[in-house]
T-cell receptor, first 116, second 111 residues
Framework: NAGVTQTPKFQVLKTGQSMTLQCAQD?????MSWYRQDPGMGLRLIHY???????DQGEVPNGYNVSRSTTEDFPLRLLSAAPSQTSVYFC???????????????FGPGTRLLVL | GQQVMQIPQYQHVQEGEDFTTYCNSS?????IQWYKQRPGGHPVFLIQ?????EVKKQKRLTFQFGEAKKNSSLHITATQTTDVGTYFC???????????FGSGTRLLVRP
């Protein structure tokens, strides 16, 4: 299993450009989520999905869109990049909580985004 | 909305000293999870606590979940340089799909 993969590893954008951060997992996890981590800060939830076709907003959704057409993929789209979106973006996946099963979040390696 | 607060923000200890980080939620949690992130890396799952008052141990690490299921702690006995990193708690509210992370405690260990 590759686990959770993210591309690209690093990206530089100019203000106003758009781009898509890719996330894929091969563990058949229902739950997938996107977090951003600013320098020296914690992880803030952007969007999450509890299954294909179902997405919802997290703590800081403004400026980002997501879709979940398959169980495996959960791309994050920046509509019009702003310097405030400079951050490290982590994608995570897990099984949806079931009695007796651990809800382990598996994180991807992250995408480092710099918006000029 | 649900908030998860974590203290202290930083802790600098001498190798061999103990370390504790505390996590408090504004709402009752269905479970609490703990993660460790090494510098430049991604968060890695350590443990999940589900039951009120639950205590779990992993070698030198002891995790507790409060009776009211709103707070938790991670205690490391006799820290080692390999313990360096940021420790995060994360909680999901009873009726929420969202997993909210605390701000983390950065542990530095002097050899």
């Amino acid at each position: 299993n590759a686990g959770v993969t993210q591309t690209p590893k690093f990206q530089v954008l100019k203000t106003g450009q758009s781009m898509t951060l890719q996330c894929a997992q091969d563990m058949n996890h229902e739950y997938m989520s996107w977090y951003r981590q600013d320098p020296g800060m914690g992880l803030r939830l952007i969007h999450y999905s509890v299954g294909a076709g179902i997405t919802d907003q997290g703590e800081v959704p403004n400026g980002y869109n997501v879709s979940r057409s398959t169980t495996e993929d959960f791309p994050l789209r920046l509509l019009s990049a702003a310097p405030s979106q400079t951050s490290v973006y982590f994608c995570a996946s897990s099984y949806w909580p079931r009695r007796g099963l651990q809800e382990t979040q598996y994180f991807g390696p992250g995408t480092r985004l710099l918006v000029l | 909305g649900q908030q998860v607060m974590q203290i202290p923000q930083y802790q600098h200890v001498q190798e061999g000293e103990d370390f504790t980080t505390y996590c408090n939620s504004s709402t009752t949690l269905s479970n609490i999870q703990w993660y460790k992130q090494r510098p430049g890396g991604h968060p890695v799952f350590l443990i999940q606590l589900v039951k009120s008052g639950e205590v779990k141990k992993q070698k030198r690490l002891t995790f507790q979940f409060g009776e009211a299921k709103k707070n938790s702690s991670l205690h490391i006995t006799a820290t080692q340089t390999t313990d360096v990193g940021t420790y995060f708690c994360a909680g999901r509210g009873d009726s929420s799909y969202k997993l909210i992370f605390g701000s983390g405690t950065r542990l530095l260990v002097r050899p």
